[in-house]
């Protein structure tokens, strides 16, 4: 899953493509680069300037049409924790409503179900969104996440979302310490073992350079290991910046698991 970001101020790529044209030209490149998801965000997770409704819209709606247009079969997702954005943006052709929030609005899983799309259930720990944690304990933090993400996941359900259209992801960074990251990491083989997909937002994240000690920029490899351990413990979809060294990371960890036939395998037989 490929980030793309319409805001002018996003954590990694400081708005490198707000602008129509460039936000094109990433989505050319990471579908190039072996993409099987577009993920449109039109504003950024941490605190900053207010973003209202109508310009969350403004700014994911008419690019998700745009994209549509270009990719008729890309499945595209929006990051979005609002019913209305939810709603105008499947209208333009997006599948799948990330929610990073934890279901802080019921009502998008509504949408999904009225549009037929997919439903991302993300664990947050309850904060309000944009936020960030403040001295956040769990008695178990894995136990938290499950009953959180299962819970929105069967309220999808409920609602109408089809359930093999529902993933869920733990939440990396959000209402969590680095410690509480790293556990969750460690452990989730208990989310795989919950029964849903489980999808993973790990890229370029502070867990991963508080943890080894790098700023922004130097936060690939700490990425990629961690997307490795993911992945080898039952992972299915990876949102991330930097997708051609998370494609390769992915795809190698499939074959050493045997799901995955090599490239090519001449050596030692000529």
Same mark, same amino acid.
């Given at each position: 899953?490929?980030?793309?970001?319409?805001?002018?101020d996003?954590?990694?790529?400081?708005?490198?493509?707000?602008?129509?044209?460039?936000?094109?030209?990433?989505?050319?490149?990471?579908?190039?680069?072996?993409?099987?998801?577009?993920?449109?965000?039109?504003?950024?997770?941490?605190?900053?300037?207010?973003?209202?409704?109508?310009?969350e819209?403004?700014?994911?709606?008419?690019?998700?049409?745009?994209?549509?247009?270009?990719?008729?079969?890309?499945?595209?997702?929006?990051?979005?924790?609002?019913?209305?954005?939810?709603?105008?943006?499947?209208?333009?052709?997006?599948?799948?409503?990330?929610?990073?929030?934890?279901?802080?609005?019921?009502?998008?899983?509504?949408?999904?179900?009225?549009?037929?799309?997919?439903?991302?259930?993300?664990?947050?720990?309850?904060?309000?969104?944009?936020?960030?944690?403040? &001295?956040?304990?769990? =008695?178990? @933090?894995?136990?938290d996440?499950? #009953? %959180?993400?299962? +819970?929105? !996941?069967? /309220?999808?359900?409920?609602?109408?979302?089809?359930?093999?259209?529902?993933?869920?992801?733990?939440?990396?960074?959000?209402?969590?310490?680095?410690?509480?990251?790293?556990?969750?990491?460690?452990?989730?083989?208990?989310?795989?073992?919950?029964?849903?997909?489980?999808?993973?937002?790990?890229?370029?994240?502070?867990?991963?350079?508080?943890t080894?000690?790098?700023?922004?920029?130097?936060?690939?490899?700490?990425?990629?290991?961690?997307?490795?351990?993911?992945?080898?413990?039952?992972?299915?979809v990876?949102?991330?910046?930097?997708?051609?060294?998370? &494609?390769?990371?992915? =795809?190698? @960890?499939?074959?050493?698991?045997? #799901? %995955?036939?090599? +490239?090519? !395998?001449? /050596?030692?037989?000529?």
């Amino acid at each position: 899953m490929a980030i793309v970001n319409r805001t002018p101020d996003s954590f990694y790529d400081r708005g490198a493509t707000f602008a129509l044209d460039a936000a094109v030209d990433r989505v050319h490149q990471v579908v190039e680069e072996g993409a099987d998801i577009v993920d449109i965000g039109g504003v950024k997770a941490a605190p900053g300037t207010p973003v209202g409704v109508s310009e969350e819209i403004d700014r994911t709606a008419p690019f998700v049409a745009v994209v549509r247009q270009l990719y008729p079969d890309l499945p595209i997702s929006v990051d979005t924790w609002r019913h209305e954005v939810g709603e105008a943006v499947c209208a333009a052709g997006a599948n799948l409503l990330n929610d990073a929030w934890g279901g802080v609005d019921p009502e998008l899983a509504v949408v999904a179900a009225r549009h037929d799309a997919a439903l991302v259930c993300t664990h947050a720990g309850g904060l309000p969104p944009r936020t960030r944690p403040h &001295r956040v304990g769990y =008695d178990d @933090v894995m136990a938290d996440v499950l #009953e %959180r993400t299962t +819970a929105l !996941a069967e /309220r999808a359900v409920q609602v109408g979302v089809a359930r093999d259209r529902i993933m869920i992801d733990p939440g990396h960074d959000f209402g969590k310490n680095t410690r509480h990251s790293l556990e969750i990491t460690r452990r989730l083989d208990e989310m795989v073992d919950a029964g849903w997909p489980v999808l993973v937002s790990l890229s370029n994240k502070d867990f991963v350079g508080e943890t080894l000690g790098v700023p922004l920029d130097k936060r690939l490899v700490g990425t990629l290991a961690t997307t490795s351990v993911c992945a080898w413990l039952g992972a299915l979809v990876f949102r991330a910046h930097n997708v051609s060294e998370t &494609r390769q990371t992915v =795809d190698m @960890v499939a074959s050493i698991r045997g #799901e %995955r036939p090599v +490239a090519r !395998a001449v /050596r030692g037989l000529a």
